[in-house]
């Protein structure tokens, strides 16, 4: 992906304030560059089906969303890397991934015995995540651009995000994505502790900022060592 506008580390301004500037020495001696990229909108070729023949329904679980058993629903897996394939071949779908499919027509949420509107579903998934909107809004934008997004918990990061044309277990992520609101505030310890999770997990780091109108323009940082 290309990379535009590069722009140098802050530098350390003040010897004296040795413990304030501690992050800025830190990223001033590691930080390569800060460069806004564009990520290439997909082609005709997308890993979704056009036109999916069935509706698929899923129960909701508080935190997750499992599917019925059926071949339409672990074609959300097979094909695309939805979820993860569970007992009695159902798929447990994360919140995201649920509110994308409910979105694209291909998925119906059923909470006891009343399906849910979007409305309802976003409703629900905000107070269990209360950042969930601003990660929806990253997760969407990377998936409609035809890559396959998943979370990356154990790496330390919201999303690890795959190159066009490979699935999880083919190869490893070429990404790790943290999702912002453009009007958030991140320290430097926040911001050099990310760049550490990219850095030692030999992953790009790109940040997500998403705006009001939930528009995402990606920026990717990467390391050096002088």
Not at 60 to 84: L, W
Not at 118 to 144: G, L, Q, T
Not at 185 to 193: D, G, K, L, M, N
Request: aromatic fraction near 10%.
């Amino acid at each position: 992906m290309p990379r535009k506008n590069k722009a140098e580390a802050p530098a350390e301004t003040e010897k004296s304030a040795a413990k304030a500037t501690s992050d800025e020495v830190l990223v001033q001696d590691t930080l390569e560059s800060v460069g806004q990229v564009v990520l290439p909108q997909k082609n005709d070729d997308s890993q979704e089906p056009k036109k999916p023949k069935v509706v698929v329904a899923g129960s909701y679980a508080h935190e997750k969303v499992i599917t019925e058993s059926t071949d339409e629903a672990r074609e959300f897996y097979n094909q695309s890397r939805f979820g993860s394939m569970v007992e009695e071949g159902k798929v447990e779908l994360s919140l995201l991934e649920a509110l994308y499919l409910l979105e694209k027509g291909r998925l119906k949420v059923i909470d006891g015995k009343k399906e849910l509107s979007k409305d309802a579903f976003v409703k629900k998934a905000r107070k269990v995540e209360p950042n969930f909107w601003i990660r929806y809004c990253v997760f969407k934008d990377i998936r409609n651009r035809g890559y396959i997004i998943k979370t990356a918990l154990k790496f330390g990061a919201d999303f690890r995000v795959y190159d066009r044309g490979v699935k999880p277990g083919e190869d490893h992520a070429r990404w790790i994505v943290y999702p912002v609101h453009e009007g958030e505030q991140i320290t430097w310890y926040e911001f050099s502790a990310k760049n550490r999770v990219a850095h030692s997990t030999k992953k790009r780091l790109l940040i997500g900022v998403v705006d009001d109108e939930g528009d995402v323009t990606y920026y990717e940082i990467r390391w050096v060592r002088p």
